[in-house]
């Protein structure tokens, strides 16, 4: 099993940075994919990132492109979105997932492929 724990949400002007976390448990998670999504009100689950294993492969949708960072420490089980340029339509509750196959360095940005989740942060963007 593992178990994932977001952290680092909160509200920031836009232009503003912010880091979220995820800390993960389960001797299987630094050998899966781990990918954040996002939902704001009224609307589905978005992906946003996601990172390999080994961390040696990112991707990310293009409206974050340029301002997201993904990564990871695996010594530590954790895996990081640094958002920079923060912009009001950024606001969401963001999830991280861990993907359900082992090993793999394909993605995928559907949620059904990931079958571990965290329970949210709140990232709000406002002045």
């Known amino acids: 099993q593992v178990q994932l724990v977001e952290s680092g949400g909160g509200l920031v002007q836009p232009g503003g940075s912010l880091r979220l976390s995820c800390a993960g448990s389960?001797?299987?998670?630094?050998?899966?994919?781990v990918a954040w999504f996002r939902q704001a009100p009224g609307k589905g689950r978005e992906f946003v990132s996601v990172?390999?294993?080994?961390?040696?492969?990112?991707y990310y949708i293009d409206s974050v492109k340029d301002r997201f960072a993904i990564s990871r420490d695996n010594a530590k089980y954790t895996v990081f979105l640094q958002m920079n340029s923060l912009k009001p339509e950024d606001t969401a509750i963001y999830y991280c997932?861990?993907?359900?196959?082992?090993?793999?360095?394909?993605?995928?940005?559907?949620?059904?492929?990931?079958?571990?989740w965290g329970q949210g942060t709140q990232v709000t963007v406002s002045s």
């Open positions: 389960g001797d299987t998670f630094s050998t899966r994919a």
């Open positions: 990172i390999s294993w080994s961390g040696g492969r990112t």
């Open positions: 997932a861990a993907d359900n196959r082992l090993g793999t360095q394909e993605f995928d940005v559907t949620p059904a492929s990931y079958g571990y």
